[in-house]
């Protein structure tokens, strides 16, 4: 099916994201390859119907949070609380910004002064990333703005469908393999310590880099974690409604999906369709952001 670009309602004329059209139906979600972690929970493979909606072509951009903000003056969790997470090579602050780092993870390092304006810390700012995704976003600063919008946060099932452009199985948007040349943003050489940036990013990259998919809608993985609607449950696909299924009714994290630009096959395949993974929704990071769906 030909993607189909959708002309934007009044209610939604101050989200200035491109709309497409995705179909509805029925598709089998899930880890058809075996690639996946058994605490991320992408199995069993099952059938589950959505209906017809519509979806941004890119993430949320720096340009378009900064509407959002202009207009509402809102303070996104960060900046109430005076840091987030940065990836160690994008740090830009000063020493007694840097507290500590993560013992699961200690690439990634708590910086005060971090937020969706200062990406790598108080010394960062947004010069010529206004058409990269927005990042420190949590998911109730993702609510937030899409409240604002007229819009609401996809569910796992409607970005599944989504980010697998009308493909039945598939390991990625675009097929089974990563092929010769880079398709996502990704990390390239020996992480977490050298990144060859083949492919000109050590973080974001713009929206629209790359290609688009079969839907015609840009970097469903890599590049950066897109916030869900759903509660996570690693034991929830054995239970999933198949009509429309809203994913568990309470939880203590909820589901983010595509992976990012630090992703790596040494410990992180999670840019893959059927990858899963989750956050608790106060927190925020520099590799997540959001799109947004028709609220109806």
Do not use: K
Request: glycine share 14%; aromatic share 12%.
């Amino acid at each position: 099916m030909e993607w189909q670009a959708v002309e934007r309602g009044a209610a939604e004329s101050r989200h200035g994201v491109e709309q497409v059209l995705i179909p509805g139906g029925v598709f089998a979600m899930g880890d058809h390859h075996g690639d996946g972690r058994p605490e991320d929970g992408e199995r069993p493979v099952h059938t589950v119907w959505v209906p017809e909606f519509t979806i941004d072509a890119t993430c949320v951009t720096n340009d378009d949070f900064a509407a959002f903000v202009a207009d509402t003056g809102y303070r996104t969790e960060a900046e109430r609380y005076g840091f987030s997470a940065v990836f160690h090579l994008a740090v830009r602050a000063e020493p007694g910004d840097v507290p500590g780092r993560s013992g699961e993870a200690p690439w990634w390092l708590g910086v005060r002064g971090a937020d969706w304006a200062h990406p790598g810390g108080r010394r960062s700012r947004l010069d010529g990333l206004g058409d990269h995704p927005v990042v420190h976003i949590s998911w109730h600063d993702a609510l937030a703005y899409c409240a604002w919008a007229g819009r609401r946060l996809p569910t796992e099932a409607e970005w599944e469908h989504t980010a697998r452009g009308g493909l039945t199985g598939a390991r990625y948007p675009w097929g089974d393999e990563l092929g010769d040349e880079w398709e996502c943003n990704i990390w390239q050489g020996e992480f977490p310590v050298h990144n060859t940036l083949d492919d000109g990013w050590l973080t974001t990259a713009p929206v629209r880099s790359y290609r688009p998919h079969g839907y015609g809608l840009w970097q469903m993985v890599g590049n950066v974690w897109e916030w869900c609607a759903n509660w996570f449950g690693a034991g929830y696909y054995r239970a999933s409604a198949s009509d429309n299924p809203r994913g568990p009714e309470v939880g203590n994290a909820r589901v983010l999906r595509g992976g990012s630009y630090v992703c790596h096959d040494s410990y992180c395949n999670r840019y893959r369709v059927a990858a899963r993974s989750s956050n608790t929704p106060d927190s925020s990071m520099g590799n997540a952001g959001f799109r947004t769906v028709s609220a109806g």
